[in-house]
């Protein structure tokens, strides 16, 4: 390889560095971090939510958005918004008052059957694992 063909291809991929580093300081935080998400879970070989459909048994991987416990003696649940980067689905077990590990923020990677309440996926009671928070 000639010096100044070496020359091009360090100024070809210093020209790159600065586009993904301007893209990064520019772009919404919310959006790369959903892209960030998306490849994660691509990478592990999980299931994207937005391409489940209801009766369909998926793994996914992705970070709970948010965590509600309903703890009523009758109807004790705890609700939670996953979200893979691509959609969202709600994960619900029933008969708990409380997971420990469940809460908002945390990566986990779930499994089970998708089905429908009110016109949004959910997961009722899925298996779950606890991931790194990176």
């Known amino acids: 390889m000639s010096s100044s063909a070496g ?11 600065f586009r993904r580093l301007g893209r990064r300081l520019t772009e919404d935080l919310d959006q790369l971090d959903a892209e960030q998400l998306a490849e994660s879970a691509d990478a592990s070989g999980a299931c994207r ?8 048994e998926a793994t996914m991987l992705g970070r709970l958005r948010s965590v ?22 709600t994960l619900v077990w029933i008969g708990r008052r409380r997971i420990p590990g469940i809460e908002s923020g ?10 429908e309440r009110e016109g949004r996926k ?6 779950y694992e606890l991931r790194g928070n990176s």
């Open 49 to 56: 939510v937005s391409e489940c459909r209801r009766g369909e």
């Open 122 to 127: 959910v997961i009722y009671n899925p298996y």
């Open 68 to 89: 509600d416990s309903c703890p009523q003696a009758a109807g004790a649940n705890v609700q939670a918004e996953f979200f893979d980067g691509t959609d969202a689905i």
């Open 7 to 17: 020359r091009k291809a360090g100024a070809k991929s210093a020209t790159g560095y």
């Open 106 to 115: 945390r990566r986990i990677m779930v499994r089970g059957r998708i089905g």
